[in-house]
């Protein structure tokens, strides 16, 4: 790989951006759970001594916060604490650093670019269904379910450092169902064909499970985020684009992303001290169109969201992130990214709901958090929406449908097209990329929803009337704002 860039001058006429005095690590530290502990290592476990946990369910790691307690009671843990650091260390250790900087491969960690190789050759292997609706390909389904049959026996040989298609005589030991829990769940909910932050976090977590069963180094955490995590992207992207999988509810409206949170969050780290890149330089479309995004994710999510974004300009379709271009560098932009992703993904039970525990991550019950009264009255269960139910909430459809409606019109019945096309036209009108419409109701909603839905499979017609009664209490812009001050 070839060094960065900060030492060219490129021809954009932008001036020095360097600030040597500033500390980052002591600005972070104070986010996390305790600053004296932040550059602390987790805690670590034998995998070949450790007692699994979940027997009863073949070791699979298992939800265990399900109300707000629950989620009060995480937060007061160690394992919340090594969860959070873990992210800070990660963007740390990229500070200043490119994607094609000058770093030398691994042995373990080009294990991992295997495996992960591997699940992409599934994609290639099981093409998206001709008919598409304008929600999820169902053929996203036949993916998942390969990588949840194979995940556990390519784990098990990449950990113990043999060949992906090494035959597996003996039974393999539970830990591998529990690490594989986290991996199968990275890449989205097969039921429902959609994709979030949730997932995003969970690919964390598959990569938490290998720090702390001593497979990845500490000196290697660089690598996790510009190689390994920059890999995970890109292949979420191409599900994205090959399955149409939905954006998990509508987080759009933050405007960063209708999928992703973490390339902002270690982007922006990448990009501190740049001596030309200052985030007001999103909005310079020369920039982001030239190789720095190849080089910086913050810059390579914007030039993303540019070209499947293309009907309307960046402050249309992501006004959040042009409000975050007004920052004044890129530090107090990744200060306020884990400020942010502490409070928006990490601090909201809809997403925290869908976390797995088992032997490696472990759920610890603070048994001093105890449940409030009106938290009893406002405890809801956990709901999995089935793709098949086809409009049992408020869906909001994939930008990649949306971009390629004439493609969905093309390969669909006359009397489809119909429905389709009025369809079509509403979605784009009334749910455009920055819908205010969840697909589930956040932390601090009461939502009462009556449906009727009357069916004809025959013609693969579904009209669907939905009279929802949401009483929302999301944040303001300016609460959302305060995260990154305009200084």
């Known amino acids: 790989m070839t060094e960065n860039n900060n030492n060219k001058i490129p021809s954009f006429g932008l001036k020095s951006n360097v600030n ?39 070791g699979i790691a298992q939800k265990r916060i399900i109300t707000k307690r629950d989620l009060r009671s995480f937060h007061t843990t160690s394992t919340y604490s090594e969860l959070l650091n873990f992210i800070i260390q990660l963007s740390l250790d990229i500070q200043g650093k490119s994607l094609k900087s000058n770093f030398t ?52 040989n990449l950990i113990n450092d043999k060949p992906l298609n090494t035959p597996i005589t003996n039974e393999i030991p539970l830990v591998y169902n529990e690490i594989s829990t986290y991996l199968q769940n990275s890449w989205g909910d097969k039921q429902r064909i959609d994709y979030g932050s949730g ?105 993303f969201i540019g070209k499947v974004k293309s009907g309307g300009s960046l402050l249309e379709h992501s006004p959040m992130l042009v409000d975050i271009s007004g920052v004044k560098n890129w530090s107090k932009v990744n200060e306020g990214m884990i400020k942010m ?23 610890i019950d603070n048994t001093d958090i105890i449940e409030t009264e009106e938290e009893i009255n406002q405890r809801k269960p956990i709901v999995t929406h089935s793709f098949s139910s086809c409009g049992c909430i408020n869906r909001v459809p994939s930008m990649f449908a949306v971009a390629n409606t004439d ?46 839905h009357n069916h004809n499979h025959n013609n693969h017609n579904h009209n669907h009337n939905h009279n929802h009664n949401h009483n929302h209490n999301h944040p303001p812009p300016q609460q959302q704002r305060s995260y990154f001050p305009l200084d």
């Open 105 to 156: 491969i691994t042995k373990n960690i080009n294990s991992i670019i295997v495996l992960l190789n591997q699940l992409d050759q599934y994609i290639t292997d099981i093409p998206p269904k001709q008919i598409r609706t304008r929600f999820g390909n169902e053929s996203f389904v036949e993916w998942f379910n390969m990588v949840e049959k194979e995940s556990p026996k390519l784990l098990f």
């Open 341 to 363: 992703f502490k409070s928006e993904v990490l601090g909201k039970l809809p997403i925290m709901q869908h976390m797995f525990f088992a032997s490696i991550i472990q759920y």
């Open 407 to 452: 493609k969905i019109l093309a390969s669909t019945s006359t009397t489809t097209t119909t429905t389709t096309t009025t369809t079509t036209t509403t979605s784009i009108n009334n749910n455009s990329n920055n819908t205010t419409n969840d697909d589930h109701c956040n932390d601090n909603e009461q939502c009462f929803e009556t449906h009727n």
């Open 199 to 303: 997932h995003e976090l969970n690919f964390i977590c598959f990569l938490l499970c290998l720090v702390k069963i001593k497979f990845i180094k500490r000196e290697e955490y660089e690598l996790l985020v510009l190689v390994i995590f920059n890999k995970y992207l890109n292949m979420m992207r191409r599900l994205q684009e090959s399955y149409w999988l939905e954006p998990a509810g509508s987080h759009g409206v933050w405007g960063l992303d209708d999928y992703h949170f973490l390339p902002f969050l270690f982007g922006s780290s990448q990009l501190i001290e740049h001596k030309y890149i200052r985030p007001k330089s999103i909005r310079n479309d020369e920039i982001v169109n030239s190789s720095f995004s190849d080089e910086y994710m913050y810059l390579g999510c914007i030039r």
């Open 20 to 58: 040597s005095t500033y500390n980052h690590l002591e600005t972070v530290a104070k986010l996390s759970s305790d600053e004296k502990l932040v550059n602390e290592p987790p805690k670590f476990v034998d995998i070949k001594t450790i007692t699994p946990l979940n027997v009863e369910n073949n």
